[in-house]
């Protein structure tokens, strides 16, 4: 009896003292850890070279985002002042035509005395104030029509160069006088215009050519002419240096 019991129970003591020892894991081979670690370093490396490169787009990102940001506000300036100096231009003429209104009504009239202005609306011939002789006279000529003046430049214009013909009516040159300036005797062609030009002080006149720069009032001498220089005046000081010459067209000594 007591030799079954230990045939039985001898192969479970064995199995429990196996079970009981600890188990022994045997190191793996050198070769292969040394490759485990260089694959990790060139996860790192690439993971960090990754990382890298989406840094680099994020400010990229963040770099157009400014300029882009930037350009905006420069052109949200830019339309803003362009709206200020257009609203400044369009004040400055509201205040230049409140002004001429003003000026135009600020006098009492007197008994004869008659307002500048159009005489018929506001186009064709229209009234102007001669200031030298503190008189209303009417254009002889309307707004648009060519003309020739020939006569003086004087300094009675307020904003515009003066100018009177030889007949004694006064004319205010608008736009490009060519550089003549006051002593001038010229001879010009042009076109009447608007007198708020000038604030209706004259026949407003622009001219278009200068045909003849005198020397004297009688047509004598001359510095340019165009039959004999044959080419646009250009400028005042191009042929004010020349030396005065006699004029020797008799149809222009007559004054025909």
């Not at 004869?112 to 002789?133: H, I, K, P, S």
């Not at 300094?155 to 001038?184: I, K």
């Given at each position: 009896?007591?030799?079954?019991?230990?045939?039985?129970?001898?192969?479970?003591?064995?199995?429990?003292?196996?079970l009981?020892?600890?188990?022994?894991?045997?190191?793996?081979?050198?070769h292969?850890?040394?490759?485990?670690?260089?694959?990790?370093?060139?996860?790192?490396?690439?993971?960090?070279?990754q990382?890298?490169?989406?840094v680099?787009?994020?400010?990229?990102?963040?770099?157009n985002?400014?300029?882009?940001?930037l350009?905006?506000?420069?052109?949200?300036?830019?339309?803003?002042?362009l709206q200020?100096?257009?609203?400044?231009?369009?004040r400055?003429?509201?205040?230049?035509?409140?002004e001429?209104?003003?000026?135009?009504?600020?006098?009492?009239?007197q008994?004869?005395e008659r307002?500048?202005?159009?005489?018929?609306g506001?186009?064709?011939?229209?009234?102007?104030?001669?200031?030298?002789?503190?008189?209303?006279?009417?254009?002889?000529?309307?707004?648009?029509?060519?003309?020739?003046?020939?006569?003086?430049?004087?300094?009675?214009?307020?904003t515009?160069?003066?100018?009177?013909?030889?007949?004694?009516?006064?004319?205010?040159?608008?736009?490009?006088a060519?550089g003549?300036?006051?002593?001038?005797?010229?001879?010009?062609?042009?076109?009447?215009v608007?007198g708020?030009?000038?604030?209706?002080?004259g026949?407003?006149?622009?001219?278009?050519?200068?045909?003849?720069?005198?020397?004297?009032?009688?047509?004598r001498?001359t510095?340019?002419?165009?039959?004999?220089?044959?080419?646009?005046?250009?400028?005042?000081?191009?042929?004010?240096?020349?030396?005065?010459?006699?004029?020797?067209?008799?149809?222009?000594?007559n004054?025909?």
């Amino acid at each position: 009896m007591n030799i079954r019991k230990a045939k039985v129970f001898l192969p479970m003591l064995l199995l429990a003292g196996a079970l009981s020892m600890p188990v022994v894991q045997a190191d793996p081979p050198a070769h292969s850890n040394a490759r485990n670690h260089s694959q990790s370093h060139k996860q790192k490396d690439k993971d960090k070279v990754q990382v890298k490169v989406k840094v680099k787009e994020t400010n990229k990102e963040q770099f157009n985002h400014r300029q882009a940001e930037l350009q905006r506000q420069a052109e949200m300036q830019r339309r803003a002042e362009l709206q200020r100096q257009a609203e400044l231009q369009r004040r400055a003429e509201m205040q230049r035509q409140a002004e001429m209104q003003r000026r135009a009504t600020a006098r009492r009239l007197q008994p004869g005395e008659r307002r500048v202005g159009f005489l018929n609306g506001t186009a064709g011939r229209y009234r102007y104030y001669d200031r030298r002789n503190d008189r209303y006279h009417d254009s002889r000529w309307g707004r648009g029509e060519s003309i020739v003046v020939d006569g003086f430049l004087t300094n009675e214009g307020r904003t515009c160069q003066a100018l009177r013909d030889d007949s004694g009516q006064l004319f205010m040159l608008v736009g490009n006088a060519y550089g003549l300036r006051t002593g001038d005797h010229t001879r010009v062609i042009g076109r009447v215009v608007d007198g708020g030009h000038c604030d209706w002080e004259g026949t407003a006149f622009e001219v278009t050519d200068v045909t003849a720069l005198w020397g004297d009032a009688r047509h004598r001498t001359t510095y340019y002419h165009h039959n004999y220089d044959g080419e646009r005046f250009g400028s005042r000081n191009t042929w004010i240096r020349r030396h005065l010459r006699a004029f020797e067209n008799r149809v222009e000594r007559n004054g025909r």
